[in-house]
């Protein structure tokens, strides 16, 4: 490929091309940011999730990590009616009073505000008076109306339907049993309902969540059938231990030459559990971690099978994790598939990783579909 190179020389430009590779990645990256499917919105390729603030963060620590991650360039954040997590009428809310307390000292015109209305439940502490909470249009106004008081904000520039009205499986739950399947609110309606209060300036766009093909197709179906606004995002969980439920088919219905879906993918560290931090039980502070706090929570990151899989990839050796710097925050960077096409995954580091497979830059090679 080189001629009139030899093979001393041919190693030598190798191994400065490997040096060279590793001194960009340990630069500190820029984020990078991408237009939200068929919205206006502009947004950072990290969103600031907010579900365990004034649960097991104070209202000072969150205001701490909302003002530091805006000065590293986030420019959305997430909330949900229904947070902190664990749901419970006594904190039900506090996440939005904590953000809303917050925005009060920012622009707002430079913060992009993402929140979720609930979907079918029988939490009827969400409501005034229901027996049961439904995404029709008196549910959805309540809901939205309450956000915004509790926001301190006038307009949510992005509302997710946070799970079905309809029955799906959900929450670790990987079959659909038909026997479950009951009457649900017409995918017009909950569009309709939605019009209303994107024509009253209260919601700019839309999105749904815990979303399925099914959904997401009877959603811009009726949208277009009946000249409704579309969705322009979907919030599911996406990490190594969920990957199915997205690749398998919501990656060919959100592409972009498709229904041009945006992906803002939850849940990318599988609750903590791909960090390692679960694997100690003997660690100093693992009374703390929400898997620990809560048990049950989120079991199906923490199942036997789950810890299994964490513990043989964590103990070969960086052999699927890489951690570096990267805008002065601790992420994890999951390199999932095999740099050389074998099952040999990382060798002791990354300049090694790069001088055996060639590859460019030791970041997520399995990463979410991101959608522009």
Known sequence: AFPGLSAQQLRRWHRRRVRSRVRSAQEPAKLQYKKLGDSDLLISEITLGTMTFGEQSTEKESHDMFSYSFDQGINILDTAEIYPIQPKQETQGRTDLYVGRWMK???????????????????????????????????????????????????IDLLH???????????????????????????????????????????????????????????????????????VSIQ?????????????????????????????????????????????????????????????????????????????????TTKYIVIQNYLQVILIYLCFVPLTGSDQGIPQGCEEAWANSGAACPRLRARPPVHS
């Open 161 to 231: 339907i946070h799970w079905p009205d309809r029955y799906v499986a959900l929450y670790g739950e990987f079959s659909y049993d038909s026997t479950k399947w009951r009457p649900s609110v017409p995918f017009e309606d909950q569009l309709k309902a939605l019009q209303e209060l994107i024509d009253e300036g209260k919601v700019r766009y839309i999105g749904v969540s815990n979303e399925t093909s099914y959904g997401v197709m009877r959603f811009v179906q009726a949208a277009k059938l009946h000249g409704l606004p579309k969705i």
């Open 105 to 155: 000292s920012k622009p707002r015109d430079k913060v992009i505000l993402a929140t979720k209305v609930s979907g079918y439940s029988d939490r009827t502490f969400l409501r005034d008076n229901a027996e049961m909470v439904r995404v029709d249009a008196p549910n959805i106004k309540e809901s939205v109306e309450k956000s915004l008081s509790r926001l301190s904000t006038d307009y």
């Open 236 to 316: 599911n969980g996406y990490s190594l231990l969920v990957r199915c439920s997205f690749e398998v088919d919501l990656a060919e219905v959100c592409h972009p030459n498709n229904c041009n879906i945006g992906l803002l993918a939850y849940s990318p560290m599988g609750s903590g559990v791909l960090t390692g931090k679960y694997l100690d039980d003997n660690s100093g502070n693992s009374e703390s971690f929400r898997l620990n706090l809560f048990p049950g929570y989120m079991q199906r990151y923490n199942a036997p099978l789950a810890k299994v899989y964490i513990h043989t990839r964590w103990n070969t």
